[in-house]
């Protein structure tokens, strides 16, 4: 048990931190025990408990399809279906991915490289249907490990001109039909215990935790140090490969 509540722990602190939490589970994983795909989607699902309490009045807004939110709809449709078909037709690589501390090396270096860009955005739109398009394309990259999804998602939205806060939010509820999608391919592999129960509730826990912190983050405009995070875990990583 005690593995699994570790790597709940390490979801929840890297999930919504833009520094790849498949990249962290998988590295972690690769020491400590064997990939465990499956329990890596249970995780997946515990942050998305954690964000629908976070971002609840969104959500509400969303189910009871208030006025306002009839574009934010269809914002996060078009920008779901890109990394949905992504996921289905590069399952088996992403998967092989995750055994290769190569692969996650240079992934982790080129999220820093993606962070640190963040620095030069200006606000200068709002969401649209291009924007949440561009978002959409960029996150099929992060279904690699190493390659953060909140980082992708958060900075493609402050590249294409919208508001760090905004962007961070959309990111969110991205997240939602992410996870639901991961964990249904997952499902084949489905069994549950009291490990897997109780690593589910410490990573509901931290990952509410761990969004206060980003949001926190993000208004002081700091977003971009994660990079140098990301550079230094990639680096490590490639130390570990080469030795």
């Known amino acids: 048990m005690l593995t ?28 400590i025990s064997s ?16 964000v629908l309490i976070f971002t609840r009045k969104e959500v509400y807004s969303l189910v009871t399809f208030k006025p306002e939110a009839k574009k934010l709809w269809l914002y996060l449709i ?26 996650l090396g240079f992934a982790f270096i080129f999220t820093g490289i993606i962070l640190f860009a963040t620095k030069f955005t200006k606000v200068k739109s709002e969401l649209n249907l291009k924007n949440s398009l561009f978002i959409g394309l960029c996150q099929c ?3 690699f490990p190493g390659v953060s999804r909140s980082g992708m998602t958060i900075s493609s939205g402050m590249f294409s001109g919208l508001d760090k806060e905004k962007a961070a939010k959309f990111s969110f509820l991205l997240f939602i039909p992410v996870s639901l999608g991961a964990f249904i391919l997952e499902l084949k592999d489905f069994y549950i215990n009291s490990a897997v129960i ?13 969004l206060k912190a980003l949001t926190l983050v993000i208004k002081k405009d700091k977003f971009w ?19």
């Open 78 to 103: 078009i920008a779901t279906i890109p990394a949905m078909i992504f996921g289905l037709l590069f399952n088996d690589k992403i998967e092989a991915a995750f055994s290769s501390l190569l692969f």
């Open 35 to 50: 990939p465990n795909l499956f329990l890596f989607t249970v995780f997946h699902l515990a942050s998305l408990v954690a």
């Open 141 to 143: 990259i992060a279904l």
């Open 198 to 210: 109780v690593s589910f509730f410490v990573c509901v826990i931290f990952s509410l935790l761990f």
């Open 225 to 243: 140090l994660f990079s140098i995070y990301c550079w230094v875990i990639g680096i490590i990583t490639l130390i570990l490969y080469f030795r």
């Open 4 to 31: 699994e509540i570790i790597l709940a722990f390490v979801q929840a602190a890297t999930e919504f931190l833009p520094v790849s939490s498949s990249g962290h589970l998988a590295l972690v994983s690769s020491f």
